[in-house]
């Protein structure tokens, strides 16, 4: 308990991104996977907040602005190939998607 | 228990609960409905964090574009290709939260035993409402420190756009095109088609037919755009087609509209056998 200090929102980011992590090993939706990669990427975000807001800097929410951007681009690309595999292979079950394997 | 602590335990708690609830949903709905919930608390964290751009950013980017973007893609998705809940080998499940349970430790060990004090920023509460509060602070450190990451960032920004419609559309677009060649019927009196080449598909040229009718020196080829070919195999011709004269003047007026239809009590060896015959291509 006591003073609210980074290691909190350490903890919380750590928490989430392992939760995450998890959903990516774990669920065979791509579509699950992909809704956990945001997670991750959230969860690292509150770690350059916190770490920022220790220092007292601005630097780690400059940062977080483009990583937020990035994954608004991997968004976009990432549903889009989800949509195409979804049109062309009929499944979005990551064990059935074996094209770039063989 | 100060009240800081207080509201970060709630929506800490709130947001590792629903990011749970996102992995262990069975319905995708579900999951993409936690992860909102999940993201606005992330929002409310980033808010005791002095973070107020970026709490906005979070509640614009992720829950109203993205995450409404990955509905629109669950709803597009036939559910029956969506895979059962998770049935990943048991093996790779247990090992998942033996890899979970590790990393976690280690994170927590790092965290701990964290030392090191940062050196302290000028970027305090007073400088930040100095300049007037934590948009104009952003901004001024993003487009002066970070200038060229910033342009970086949306030249990635326009490769993923152009990315995600080179994805999206050409196959789209070449189904169009592959259908419109099936659905334009070439259509035209029978026996006048001897000079076109056989069609796309791989049917039968009509060409090697000895049963054909000879051609008509004086058919005028008629080119009738349906949606439908059997439409245009009814015979009766009745109205609804678009039909584009390419004899020039000799085909044109209304008059010529019914010149060269087969006429139910015409000549039989002018009616077509089926509707194939008629629009081969």
């Not at chain 1, 909190?8 to 065979?28: C, D, N, P, Q, Y």
């Not at chain 2, 993003?142 to 990451?149: G, K």
């Not at chain 2, 109205?239 to 007026?253: F, I, L, M």
């Amino acid at each position: 308990m006591g003073e609210l200090g980074v290691e909190h929102f350490l903890f919380l980011s750590a928490a989430l991104f392992i939760i995450g992590m998890m959903g990516v090993l774990t669920r065979r939706n791509m579509l699950i996977i992909f809704m956990c990669v945001e997670l991750m990427l959230t969860a690292v975000n509150i770690s350059l907040v916190a770490f920022g807001w220790e220092s007292q800097t601005l630097n780690g929410q400059a940062f977080v602005v483009f990583v937020i951007a990035v994954a608004a681009a991997e968004a976009a690309v990432g549903l889009g190939i989800i949509m195409a595999l979804s049109r062309r292979g009929k499944s979005v079950d990551v064990a059935d998607i074996q094209a770039l394997r063989d | 228990m100060p009240w800081d602590l207080i509201f970060f335990y709630i929506l800490a708690a709130i947001s590792v609960l629903t990011a749970i609830g996102m992995v262990a949903a069975r319905n995708p709905v579900h999951s993409a409905v936690f992860l909102v919930l999940c993201f606005l608390n992330v929002a409310g964290i980033f808010v005791m964090l002095g973070a107020e751009f970026l709490a906005i950013v979070q509640v614009i980017v992720y829950t109203g574009a993205i995450l409404v973007l990955v509905l629109f893609v669950l709803m597009l998705v036939d559910p029956e290709e969506l895979p059962s809940f998770y049935t990943a080998a048991p093996l790779q499940r247990y090992l998942s939260f033996l890899l979970g349970g590790v990393l976690l430790l280690q994170i927590g060990a790092v965290i701990i035993s964290r030392t090191a004090i940062p050196p302290r920023g000028d970027a305090t509460p007073q400088n930040i409402a100095a300049v007037g509060g934590n948009v104009q602070a952003i901004g001024g450190i993003i487009f002066s420190e970070y200038l060229l990451a910033f342009e970086a960032i949306s030249l990635v920004l326009t490769v993923g756009i152009m990315g995600a419609i080179v994805l999206a559309l050409p196959e789209r677009l070449g189904d169009k095109i592959f259908n419109r060649r099936d659905t334009i019927s070439l259509s035209h009196t029978r026996g006048t088609d001897e000079a076109l080449p056989s069609g796309p598909r791989g049917e039968t040229p009509i060409v090697n037919d000895p049963n054909r009718v000879q051609p008509r020196a004086d058919a005028a080829r008629r080119v009738i755009m349906v949606t439908d070919p059997d439409e245009r195999t009814t015979l009766d011709g009745s109205s609804g087609h678009r039909t584009y004269d390419t004899s020039g003047a000799r085909g044109a007026g209304a008059s010529s509209q019914q010149r060269y239809r087969p006429r139910n009590s015409g000549d039989e060896t002018d009616q077509p056998a089926n509707g194939r015959n008629d629009h081969n291509g």
